[in-house]
């Protein structure tokens, strides 16, 4: 299993940015699709971004297509997401979570960390 530790979250002005990390320390994370998937107050967790082991496919939600940039740094063990233009919408706990291939269904993943706060003031 890989443990999860996601940072980087804050309060930003709507058309801002932030740049999320999430560290996944152990030897077998170059092994792993990963993924960003977030959830709003209320609403349920839904797929954000995700990038193949190796790094050269990427999925997005069509609502962060254009905005949103996952990329991984193999070598520090971590999959970072920089988020451009940021909207209210954008509002919610994000995680991240790694899987054998990009999966864009929250309810494949039996375990989380405790995610990263970010809030979009408009």
């Known amino acids: 299993q890989v443990q999860l530790v996601e940072s980087g979250g804050g309060l930003m002005q709507a058309g801002g940015s932030l740049k999320l990390s999430c560290a996944a320390p152990g030897r077998t994370f170059r092994s792993y699709a990963m993924g960003w998937f977030r959830q709003a107050p209320g609403k349920e967790r839904e797929f954000v971004a995700g990038?193949?082991?190796?790094?050269?496919?990427?999925h997005y939600a069509d609502s962060v297509k254009g905005r949103f940039t996952i990329s991984r740094e193999d070598a520090k063990n971590t999959v970072y997401l920089q988020m451009d233009r940021l909207k209210p919408e954008d509002t919610a706990v994000y995680y991240c979570n790694a899987s054998p291939y990009v999966d864009t269904d929250y309810k494949h993943f039996a375990s989380w960390g405790r995610g990263t706060q970010v809030t979009v003031s408009s």
């Open positions: 990038i193949s082991w190796g790094g050269r496919v990427t």
